[in-house]
């Protein structure tokens, strides 16, 4: 099933719902719409639903189902995450994490850092990678946790996080992954992993948007965020979102059966599609390593090019991408995570990120290496700052005009 007219080259921002996971739904929100917490029998069978998915989330984790708590979105498993660690070890007054992170992780530590933490960013190479020994060293008697993600959004450069799991416990600290990123496209097994906690969001998995889940490893300490009635035994005040949770469920599953196709079918598609316009495009690079990255994850730099340029002529034919600025009124801020890997504003502004998904084809790779050239050398042609303004005044591109509006960011 595909969005008419639309190719959509942006699935680590946001993913289409699976038809399979829309009809696992549809009950929940029309005939089965009872509380899991009443006494009747329309309670219970919300309630059983909600267990059939914390089952099925636990076997895309490899986890006991116990370990699962369900939560509204991958900024409140971070957030949940990083306050928890410092709140059961009031001692310990130190994070550690990564320049690269999401804004869930970075702008959450920016705030607890105003209330008083030490917060630690560690650098990272310039093919996105961080230094182990150097991670090592930075972990303080005072570190309540060690948080860094899995794979980064912009770039889908992969850390070590089994390795790193496997320091924090050499050093009793708690270790947390942002795996957002992951699930679909590389097999998940916490137990293996050694994390201590981990966060998903649904919608980056063919679920909707509005669910997510924080993995808590079995016996671990942990503070509840949002505090209520006795939901999620305890752990996360708020009545369920049946309906959400019954599609991270049935998403979990599609992820697992999907993995390998992610891994083939998508991987060689987005390779062809890298390979292409590196190869037939003059002035471009791609930034992070080429391996161990993510199969479906592309972030390509074009030289002497504004990279809001190609975002609006690509929107005005169907194609989505994003690109590596964060807009504010009059102003292109370039992407934290290149900059972090030494990208100057420029080329960190020419960027454009492409991530593939299950509902691509190798169609849609031809529409976008057909057209790709003639933008990039139409724009060079041009002054770039003369196109943005120009295309902003279009009404095709009101969207985007209200990207532009207010501060968005890569997700
Ligand atoms: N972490 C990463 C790596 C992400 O890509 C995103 C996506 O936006 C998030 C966290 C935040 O997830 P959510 O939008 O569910 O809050």
Redesign the pocket.
Known sequence: MKSHGIRYFDN??TTQVAPEVFEAMTPFLTSQWGNPSSAYSLGHDAAEAVNVARERAAALLNSDPREVVFTS????G?NTALRSALEVSPGKRHILTTSV??S??IKYCQYLQRSGFEITLLPVESDGSIDLHLLEKSIRPDTALVSV?W???ETGVLFPIEEIAAICRSREVLFHT?A??IPGKLKIDVKSLGVDFL?L?A??FHAP?GI?LLYIKRLSRFQPYVIGGQQERGLRGGTENVPGIVGLGRAAELAVANLDVEDRRVRAMRDRLENTILRTIPGTTRSGAREPRLPNTSNIAFDSVEAEGILLKLDQIGICVSSGSACTTGSLEPSHVLTAMGLNAARARGSIRFSLGVYNTDDDVDYVLKHLNPIIAELRAESPRAEIRSESQHPSSKTRQRQREHQVSV?
């Open positions: 680590n921002a979105c991958g900024t409140e971070n992170e999401h869930a992780t993600m794979a980064n959004n942002d957002v990123q966060s969001s919608h980056k948007k997510g997700d």
